[in-house]
């Protein structure tokens, strides 16, 4: 569950503007010095595989973002809760466009559904949460939002390995310089791969030699539906279900820490939406409340647990299973 976020304080406000104005006003020193670092790092790249011409293609231009590190430290004005947080990610466009498109590429989804063991309607579900079905996948330039970020210092180690990454996949010939774009922490294409995550999971689809997460949904969907396999799915199972607990219901039992087989929560009060009890399954489940107590709860089950490997966030799992539910009806 996610935590609270402070809300800064307006001399807080004030000192983060005076420095993001006058870094504004620093561009050609850093810059200068970005120089100096992007030397040092094509030295390593080189010693590391990397070839020169490719080096120096996905370098042209490439200049320190203020904007990249300001979006790396900004936080958040306030808290949103799960119900806004589902208010928006489950809006009625997105539900109906998944829809749509799950009818239209239905024999490509069903095929990489049948080879790796995941339903069709998650695919399409991360693929609509992550990215709005490919309609945003951020815009930024990826080497220079890694570059940008390696440089800034604070977690110089993790974004110089994703940038070696993102060289060694524009040398393969996966994607094109210009096409290489994702969000502003070096996330890719219409499933938002750092680019060690693509060398792990990412699959070439549509067989043309190419792993390309931007523009082939064959790769898209194969890559996504691999992660999911990779990571433990278990096919004949759901993700969870929406349920209503019993007036009383201990707080300790909440928790994915907490296992439970289903009949057991049958017995302990559980009950659907409708006053149903729970299906009669061999399965154990976990229950989940991502607005803590009085909020919606959840009981939840192992491929749960495998969103979360994608997205270490109760919000994001459940309205990818929620939305998976709302496609496949």
């Not at 080096?55 to 306030?78: C, H, T």
């Not at 998650?122 to 079905?133: D, H, M, N, P, R």
């Not at 996948?137 to 110089?156: K, N, Q, W």
């Not at 039992?253 to 939406?273: C, F, I, K, S, T």
Request: proline fraction near 4%; aromatic fraction near 14%.
């Amino acid at each position: 569950m996610r935590g609270k976020v402070v809300r800064p304080s307006l001399y807080l406000c004030f000192f983060f503007a005076v420095v993001f104005f006058t870094a504004g006003f620093s561009l050609s020193g850093m810059a200068q010095d970005f120089d100096s670092w992007v030397k040092d790092f094509k030295k390593e790249a080189l010693a590391k595989g990397i070839k020169q011409d490719v080096l120096d293609l996905a370098f042209e231009g490439v200049e320190p973002k203020s904007r990249i590190i300001e979006l790396d430290r900004k936080q958040p004005e306030g808290t949103l809760t799960f119900a806004r947080y589902a208010e928006k990610a489950l809006n009625k466009t997105r539900i109906a466009q998944g829809r749509r498109l799950y009818a239209e590429h239905r024999g490509e989804l069903e095929k990489v559904a049948k080879a790796y063991g995941v339903p069709a309607p998650y695919i399409v579900a991360l693929w609509g949460i992550e990215t709005s079905y490919g309609n945003n996948t951020g815009g930024f330039d990826v080497v220079t939002a890694l570059a940008t970020l390696a440089y800034d210092g604070r977690r110089s180690e993790f974004f110089r390995g994703e940038l070696l990454e993102a060289l060694r996949i524009l040398q393969e010939g996966h994607i094109t310089k210009k096409q290489m774009e994702g969000s502003w922490a070096g996330a890719m294409g219409q499933n938002q791969f750092m680019p060690s995550s693509f060398f792990k999971f990412a699959v070439d689809g549509d067989q043309d030699g190419r792993r390309d997460i931007w523009t082939s949904l064959p790769d898209v969907f194969s890559s996504t539906a691999n992660y999911l396999h990779t990571s433990g799915w278990k096919k004949d199972e759901r993700w969870g279900r929406e349920v209503v607990l019993p007036d009383g219901f201990d707080q300790k039992l909440v928790g994915l820490e907490v296992q439970y087989p289903l009949r057991a929560w049958n017995d302990m009060g559980l009950r659907l939406p409708g006053g149903g009890f729970l299906p009669v399954a061999g399965m154990s489940g976990s229950v989940v409340l991502p607005d803590g107590p009085g909020g919606r709860a959840f009981l939840v089950y192992d491929n749960y647990r495998v969103i979360m490997k994608w997205n270490r966030s109760f919000y994001f799992a459940t309205v990818v299973g929620l939305l998976a539910d709302q496609i496949a009806q």
